[in-house]
């Protein structure tokens, strides 16, 4: 029987620390972002590929060529700010109404967390309805609570943040959650030694020791922030966004199908800097040392 | 013994609350709208939704059944190719280093971004274009999640497989695969959810006729407030259903733990 | 006696560390008989456990020769021919205690019934017969390793390598489990060779035909104590005056360097 050592073996036994010459860190970046790279290229080679042996029109798969090429593209027949611009300018409008979102959402969320942690039988309650909640397809709901609201005189923004702010508090509240409880026995025994208050325990031990678990959260709850800004801008009359782009662009589609494309890379690019800005946090926040598995 | 008595005190235990918060928060809601007077076309009192729902049960449940359809069967061939492309990272590491990042970035992109085009590329009115939305929303948490799995088996798990010079399929087939079952179900989970969602709002960028997400969005825009409700109730419902089955799964399938 | 189980021949092991090369083994020369109980004692670092791993081809030596039952270590990993018991258990956790035991025999092919005798008789010999159907989660440390080593067991391995088996029990359940694994290997027709890393004194005489005694950086075999208390040995053994007198004479080994 042919046999040769288990490749996942290596990868899991202990590695050398890596030794901290900046060169060596920076080969270990390149080294992880060359098979990222790679698969990069493989996708957009695929993509022109498949219209050559394919022969999909541009009108349903344009070149990539054509899609940089509408970015640089002036809007408004030719008077407008170039499309680039334009999408930048929706995509911080987006941005900002996802973290609008999710600070609000984050604060309710760690808010109920801290409330469950001290009264169980409110957790026993509302629990179910915290997790039903998310059943509930509330990006159904978000078009209603925008009309809704506006109607009532609140802005625009208002109306959007709440949408975003609902999808945030779920992870937030469940990660946070279970963080708190992570404290193990002995190190509240510990505390309990010290004739600590439930106000140090909390400050001192349940809370740091929960970090790890509610950056897991806050990241789900990132991309769903935005997902939630990109739903509320979709009902007609919002002027700005992501989400009013790509419902513009997928109207004008048989004029300008590039467009399209354009909007959900603004999408794309607000979610995942999002994501990645809660992602540094945490690499900051809690440490290299805790952050295993991304 | 005294397991079984326990047992089912338990379970009213777990019953009870939520049933009195359930009465709570319909009743405040109820009291809410009506002593507010909160007009209808804003927010419909629980009583109305219901109401609204029992005049055409039949017709609501209909299109609901052709929008949760939509969703199961995009998230089967979701989470099926989500599983198959974990375990091809697994089996080649290469792969694993290219693809799982990009995976994890995916999923902080907005999928429903993606619908409109899915839609002009497979006919928005189709059924196909929505369960494409649903493949695509349910393909990267399954793969980060069930390649977590694949990889969770911790040095010792395998230096015992290696010590019985176990083959590759053995290592998959009997450590990597059962080790990988509770990453699944946290990922069939999030699935459920995200599937019954991503139907709906895969048809608000327009679709058939009988579904829920278009009858949402034209009763809501025509302010026939009560009726989108008693649609979301109907969504909600097959929504929970289908959570609720793979919580089922999960525990005859996770009997040990 | 005829040849050797067990020959290390001027064994190094060098590990590559961030901190420059890590000499963990230094020119080991050491002969196994046949169906010897051998432990291997010293402080952290000493390599004992690098030792053990080489046996078990889970480590490759830097320099120097080891054979087993006159092979190379890879060949023997794939012909099975030892059983291994780590410090933790190591029992898959989706599978009963049957199961685990079975696990082995599984990987090698052997048929079900086959196996399901197997595992009975195993069970029964570590006093497990009534937990067949337990998952491990519900065993006591204790039973856990004992189930483990009815897996190590269960193929008929002609080697057993223990990496520390009773370090994380406590000192009156573990001299239980000494009695134990000697009436087990006592009790079979052939004595299985076996190599029992250890950080107790008083363990590594009680068990051991010989105690190789072991000290660190560079790691070095720092003498050989060979144990002359009778077989079978009993609870008794360890108020035998020359048990002390052993166990002094390896705790000096071990003052040494």
């Not at chain 2, 989470?79 to 799982?100: F, I, Y």
């Not at chain 2, 327009?206 to 026939?224: D, F, M, R, S």
């Amino acid at each position: 029987m042919a046999e040769k050592p288990l490749p996942s073996l290596q990868r899991i036994t202990p590695a050398a620390p890596a030794s901290a010459t900046p060169g060596a860190s920076l080969r270990a970046a390149v080294r992880r972002s060359l098979p990222v790279a790679g698969v990069i290229v493989t996708l957009l080679i695929a993509w022109e590929a498949s219209k050559l042996a394919f022969g999909i029109s541009d009108q349903r798969l344009p070149h990539l060529g054509a899609i940089i090429e509408v970015m640089f593209t002036r809007t408004q027949g030719g008077t407008g700010n170039i499309l680039l611009a334009q999408m930048l300018l929706n995509a911080w409008s987006t941005f900002q109404v996802a973290l609008g979102g999710f600070l609000l959402g984050g604060m309710l969320g760690f808010g109920l967390a801290v409330l469950f942690m001290q009264l169980p039988m409110l957790e026993r309650g509302l629990m179910p309805y915290v997790i039903g909640s998310q059943t509930v397809p509330i990006l159904a709901i978000a078009p209603m609570v925008v009309v809704g609201l506006g109607r009532m005189g609140a802005p625009s923004w208002a109306a959007k943040i709440t949408v975003a702010a609902y999808l945030t508090f779920f992870p937030v509240t469940i990660g946070m959650l279970r963080g708190l409880r992570a404290a193990s026995p002995m190190s509240l025994d510990l505390m309990r030694s010290y004739a600590a208050s439930p106000a140090q325990i909390f400050w001192r031990l349940r809370l740091p020791n929960s970090l790890p678990y509610l950056f897991t959260s806050l990241k789900v709850a990132a991309s769903a922030s935005v997902i939630g800004a990109i739903v509320a801008e979709l009902p007609a009359g919002a002027r700005e966004g992501v989400g009013m782009m790509i419902l513009n662009a997928a109207q004008s589609y048989n004029s300008r199908p590039p467009a399209l494309y354009v909007a959900i890379l603004a999408a794309s690019l607000v979610g995942v800097t999002f994501y990645g800005m809660v992602a540094l946090a945490e690499r900051l926040i809690v440490g290299s040392q805790r952050t295993n598995g991304g | 013994m005294v397991a079984i008595p326990q047992s089912t005190f338990k379970i009213q235990h777990a019953f009870i609350p939520p049933l009195i918060a359930f009465i709570l928060a319909v009743g405040s809601w109820e009291v809410l709208v009506r002593g507010l007077g909160i007009p209808l076309y804003l927010l419909p009192a629980p009583s109305q939704v219901v109401a609204t729902f029992l005049e055409r049960p039949a017709y609501l449940l209909g299109i609901g059944v052709a929008t949760f359809s939509n969703a199961l069967v995009g998230s089967l061939i979701g989470c099926s190719l989500g599983c198959l492309v974990a375990a091809v990272c697994v089996r080649w590491p290469l792969v694993a280093d290219g693809l799982v990042p990009l995976a994890v970035a995916a999923s902080a992109v907005p999928i429903i971004a993606l619908s409109p085009l899915l839609g002009i590329w497979l006919g928005s009115i189709s059924p196909a274009s929505k369960v494409a939305v649903v493949v695509v929303m349910t393909f990267f948490p399954t793969l980060v999640n069930v390649y977590r799995g694949l990889i969770s088996p911790r040095a010792d798990t395998l230096m015992l497989m290696h010590s019985y010079a176990a083959s590759q399929r053995d290592i998959f087939l009997k450590l990597r695969t059962p080790a990988a079952l509770p990453f699944l179900f946290n990922a069939l989970r999030i699935c459920a959810t995200l599937s019954m969602i991503g139907a709906v709002v895969a048809e608000f960028f327009g679709g058939p006729q009988n579904a829920l997400g278009v009858y949402i969005k034209t009763e809501a825009g025509i302010l026939h407030t009560s009726e989108a409700w008693s649609a979301i109730l109907v969504a909600c419902l097959f929504g929970l259903l289908f959570y609720l089955a793979i919580v089922l799964v999960e525990r005859r399938a996770l009997r040990w733990k | 006696m005829s040849a050797p189980m067990i020959e290390f021949d001027r064994v190094s092991k060098i590990y590559q560390s961030g901190g420059g090369p890590v000499n963990a083994l230094h020119d080991v020369s050491l002969s196994i008989a046949a169906g010897e109980f051998i432990a291997l004692i010293g402080p952290s670092g000493c390599g004992k456990s690098t030792l053990m791993r080489l046996v078990g081809d889970l480590e490759q030596p830097s320099a120097g020769g080891l054979r087993v039952r006159g092979k190379t270590a890879h060949q023997a990993r794939l012909d099975r021919d030892y059983g291994i018991v780590f410090q933790s258990p190591v029992l898959y956790e989706w599978r009963s205690i049957r199961k685990n035991v079975e696990l082995p025999l599984e990987i090698m092919g052997q048929p079900g019934p086959q196996r399901h005798a197997r595992a009975s008789e195993l069970l029964r010999l570590v006093g497990l017969s009534d937990f067949g159907d337990a998952y491990p989660h519900q065993l006591s440390g204790g039973m856990q390793q004992r189930a483990a080593i009815a897996r190590a067991l269960s193929f008929e391995p002609a080697i057993l390598l223990m990496d520390e088996p009773f370090g994380a029990l406590d000192e009156i359940t573990r001299e239980r489990m000494q009695l134990e694994l000697l009436s087990i290997w006592d009790g079979g027709p052939q004595r299985t060779t076996v190599i029992f890393v250890t950080h107790s004194i008083p363990e590594a005489v009680f068990l051991a035909d010989r105690v190789v005694v072991m000290s660190p950086r560079p790691g070095r075999v720092e003498r050989l104590v060979t144990v002359d208390l009778p077989r079978p040995r009993s609870f008794e053994t360890r108020e035998d005056p020359r048990f002390f007198a052993l166990v002094t004479e390896v705790r000096e080994g071990l003052r040494e360097h």
